[in-house]
C-alpha cells in the first residue's frame, strides 16, 4: 500500500529555520511515501511587489528546506500568491526547490511548464497529479500567451484533457485546487460541479485549498472530494494569531483497489502546528452535514453575506472617481488609513480587474443578484 500526505496552505514569515511542524506530526508526514503542500507564495530575496490589488505575500527562504527537512516531496504553486513578485519571484522559488531536490508543479515560466503534470512510480503505483487554481491574478488563460509566466487555470479545457489521459496512463489520478471563497466552512455550488465533473472525466480525488478553513468531504461515485483543507502553517499578520484548526489527509492507495483515506487532524500551538487531541479536532460531522440538508440555504446566505459586506463596496470604490465604497463611515475609514499611510492608495483600474478576473467573487455576485431579483420579482430569473 502507498501512502500520500497531502496538506493545505503554507506562509512562513517567522520560522529562520523553516521548521514548522511538531515532531510527531513530522513523522506522520515523512512515513507517507510522498508528502505534498500548497506553497502560498514565493520565498524572499528575489524579484519586485506587482502592481496588484491585494496583499503580497512571500516566505523565508529557509521554508523550502525546513519541509524537505521534515519529510515533504512536492510544493503546489497553484494559487493566488505565486506570481505577486512576478516571474523573478516565481522563478527563485522553483530553482530554489530544484536545488533541494523538491519538485513543484502548477506554475512556471511559460503555458507548458505551469500545465505540465506529475507522474509518479511509487511502489506498484502508477499516480498522475495535476494543480490548478481558479483565476485571479497571475493566472494563465484563454488570453494569456504561450509564453507567459503564471499558474495553471483550473477551468482551462487542457486541465479537462490532462485528466483524461492521465487516467489512461496512471492507475490513481488527483487533481489539487486552489478555489474558493475564504473564510467560508462550505464550497460554493459551481465548484462543487466543477470538481465532480472532474471525477467523471476519471480523477480519484479533488484535494481543496484557498478558503483558509477547512470545509467538509464527500464520496462522489468511486471518488474522494476534500473542499478545503484550511490552513496548515498561516503565519502573516491576520493569521499568527489563529489556532487554523484544520486537517491533512494520508490517501492509500492499492493496485486495482478504490482509494481510501485517513485524515490528520492538526492546529498551531506556539508557533508550530501540533497534532490535535480530540478537544481541539475540528468536527467531520458538522462539515459534512452542510454539504447535504442546509446546502441550499446556507449557499445563499454565504452568497449574499459576502456580496454585500465584501464585493459591493469594493466594487462601488473602484468604479467611482472619488472614495467611497457605498457608505459613509466606511469611506471615511478609508480616507483616513491612506491619509495616515496604514493603507496605500488603491489604483481603480486594477482593483477593478482583479475582482472582475475573481471567479469566486463572480459567482458569488451572480447568485446574489439572482437572489435579490427573485425576491423582488419572483419567478424565474
Known amino acids: 500500500m502507498v501512502k500520500v500526505f497531502i496538506c493545505g496552505d503554507i506562509v512562513n514569515y517567522q520560522k529562520n529555520d523553516g521548521l514548522i511542524c511538531s515532531g510527531s506530526l513530522a513523522k506522520v508526514v515523512a512515513e ?50 505565486i506570481m505577486d513578485f512576478g516571474t523573478v519571484g516565481l522563478m527563485g522559488t522553483i530553482n530554489e526547490a530544484k536545488k533541494l531536490g523538491m519538485e513543484t508543479i502548477g506554475a512556471g515560466v511559460n503555458f507548458e511548464q505551469a500545465y505540465k503534470p506529475i507522474i509518479k512510480s511509487i511502489g506498484d503505483i502508477k499516480l498522475g497529479i495535476i494543480n490548478a487554481c481558479e483565476a485571479q491574478f497571475g493566472v494563465i488563460d484563454y488570453f494569456s500567451g504561450l509564453e507567459q509566466s503564471g499558474y495553471a487555470w483550473i477551468n482551462h479545457s487542457f486541465i479537462d484533457k490532462q485528466i483524461i489521459k492521465l487516467k489512461k496512463e496512471c492507475d490513481f489520478v488527483i487533481v489539487l485546487a486552489h478555489a474558493g471563497l475564504e473564510h467560508y466552512n462550505i464550497p460554493q455550488k459551481e465548484w ?19 478558503p483558509h478553513v477547512p470545509q467538509g468531504f464527500e464520496n ?46 492538526h492546529h498551531k500551538e506556539q508557533g508550530i502546528v501540533q497534532l490535535s ?20 440555504k446556507l449557499h445563499d446566505q454565504m452568497s449574499l453575506t459576502v456580496y454585500r459586506k465584501k464585493i459591493k463596496p469594493k466594487y462601488t470604490f473602484s468604479l467611482l472617481h472619488f472614495p467611497f465604497d457605498g457608505t459613509i463611515k466606511s469611506s471615511l475609514k478609508r480616507i483616513l488609513a491612506t491619509i495616515v499611510g496604514k493603507q496605500k492608495k488603491k489604483d481603480k483600474d486594477t482593483l477593478a480587474l482583479h475582482l472582475l478576473r475573481n471567479e469566486s467573487y463572480y459567482f458569488a455576485a451572480k447568485h446574489a443578484l439572482e437572489l435579490v431579483f427573485k425576491d423582488k420579482y419572483g419567478g424565474n430569473k
Request: proline share 4%; charged share 25%; glycine share 6%.
Open 192 to 210: 462543487r460541479w466543477r470538481y465532480k465533473h472532474f471525477c467523471d472525466l476519471g480523477a480519484d480525488a479533488i484535494i481543496g485549498s484557498h
Open 32 to 81: 507517507a511515501d510522498y508528502s505534498i503542500c500548497n506553497f502560498e507564495a514565493p520565498i524572499e530575496g528575489f524579484g519586485e511587489p506587482q502592481p496588484k490589488s491585494g496583499p503580497h505575500h512571500y516566505q523565508k527562504k529557509s521554508t523550502i528546506n525546513g519541509l524537505k527537512e521534515q519529510g515533504f516531496n512536492l510544493l503546489c504553486m497553484a494559487n493566488n500568491h
Open 277 to 296: 487531541m480530540q478537544e481541539k479536532q475540528i468536527d467531520f460531522k458538522i462539515l459534512n452535514s452542510n454539504l447535504d440538508n442546509d446546502y441550499e
Open 220 to 265: 462522489y461515485n468511486d471518488s474522494l472530494i476534500f473542499y478545503s483543507l484550511g490552513n496548515f502553517y498561516f503565519d502573516s499578520k491576520n493569521f499568527i494569531n489563529k489556532e487554523d484548526r484544520s486537517y491533512s489527509i494520508v490517501l492509500r492507495l492499492e493496485k486495482n483497489k478504490k482509494m481510501n483515506f485517513e485524515p490528520v487532524f
